[in-house]
Structure formats: structure tokens, C-alpha cells
């Protein structure tokens, strides 16, 4: 669960989404479920269009399971924080 | 399996390496190599991971290589793209291995 709460942290925070078909999504977190599903606001295909244009779109539900990165703001991110969470998470699953 | 601490005892729960993924746990602020599917690879700081390897890595170069093959001489050309992403999530699924950086010999 570390990762659903970390990313519930950073809703209203914009991010780029790169799917498993190299579809680069640029936009707001919505919101986030423990599947790591995700709900983009305001989206803009951020890579050259060449991609499927999604130019009347603008909120997405995107499946946890075709994303392979999200690029995260990095002042967002409490890196000393989430190694904290990650030992506790390590050792509760033991 | 806990740990009581008592007088004396120094080894800590935290240090005990048992599964593979504890391996991980000890490259935990350290730069690591990460090799991932579909010929990428990913060279960063790592901040927290899960059970899935999903990951979350800081200062990120991924190196994604791919291969063209000429159509008469069928002569593979390698090519590799690089870029930088500072912070970046990275979904366990696609993840094939984790390991501190490769050592240049």
C-alpha cells in the first residue's frame, strides 16, 4: 500500500504518464485507487503529436496496468520520507 | 519473526538479509542499475520500492536500445537514445533486474 498512499499524497500535482504504447500523458492526479489506477484532469499528449492525439479529451481514467513510468515533480517528493515508509513496508510483509 | 532488543544485542531486524527483495532494501538511497523490459535500462537514485519492484528513483538516465536492420545487406544497426527524468516512478512489471551500478573495468 506504500505506493497508493504515496500517490494520494501527491493528487492535484502534474505529472506525466508514459503508457506501455510509449503514449506520453501530461496532467493533473486526480485521484488514485490501491490497483494504482489513476484519473488524469486537463491532459495534453506532452511528445510531438505523432502519438493519438486525444485533442477533445480532457480527463482520463488510465488502467495501473499499462503505465510504465510517471515522472514526478521532484520538490514534491519527500525522498527521506518514503525510504522512512519503505523499511516499515519491507519489514511488514515479512 | 521480531527482534526484542536486549543488553547486548546488536543485531538489528533491519539488517537481516533473508529474501531476495532485502537485497534491495540495502541499495536504499544508493545510486542502482535497473534493467527493465523491451531493451531499456535505467540508471538512478533509488527511494523506495515495493513487492511488485514498482520503484521510485531520483536522477534518473534511462537508456532505451533499439535495433534497425537494413532490408538488402541485413546489416543490424544498434542505436541507443538516452534521457534524464529527476523523479521518476517506475511500474513493477517491467522491471527484469535490480543491482548496484555496473563497475567500468
Do not use: W
Not at chain 1, 38 to 61: C, G, Q, R, W
Not at chain 2, 34 to 62: F, T
Not at chain 2, 79 to 98: E, Q
Amino acid at each position: 500500500m506504500l505506493f497508493f498512499s504515496f500517490f494520494k499524497s501527491l493528487a492535484g500535482k502534474t505529472v506525466v504518464v508514459e503508457l506501455k504504447n510509449d503514449l506520453s500523458i501530461c496532467g493533473t492526479l486526480h485521484s488514485v485507487d490501491q490497483f494504482l489506477n489513476i484519473k488524469l484532469a486537463d491532459i495534453t499528449v506532452t511528445n510531438p503529436e505523432k502519438h493519438p492525439h486525444m485533442l477533445s479529451v480532457k480527463n482520463a481514467f488510465i488502467r495501473g496496468s499499462v503505465v510504465r513510468y510517471m515522472q514526478l515533480p521532484a520538490d514534491d517528493v519527500d525522498t527521506q520520507l518514503l525510504q522512512d515508509a519503505c523499511r516499515k513496508e519491507a519489514q511488514a510483509i515479512k | 519473526m521480531s527482534e526484542q532488543p536486549g543488553a547486548g544485542d546488536v543485531v538489528t531486524a533491519a539488517s537481516i538479509v533473508e529474501q531476495p527483495l532485502d537485497l534491495i532494501r540495502l541499495s536504499l538511497e544508493e545510486r542502482v542499475y535497473v534493467k527493465l523490459r523491451h531493451e531499456r535500462e535505467i540508471r538512478g537514485r533509488l527511494h523506495a520500492y515495493d513487492q511488485h519492484l514498482n520503484m521510485i528513483l531520483s536522477d534518473v538516465e534511462e537508456t532505451h536500445t533499439q535495433v534497425d536492420v537494413d532490408e538488402e545487406t541485413y546489416e543490424e544497426l544498434y542505436r541507443t537514445s538516452r534521457r534524464n527524468i529527476p523523479m521518476l516512478f517506475v511500474r513493477g512489471d517491467g522491471v527484469i533486474l535490480v543491482s548496484p551500478p555496473v563497475r567500468a573495468t
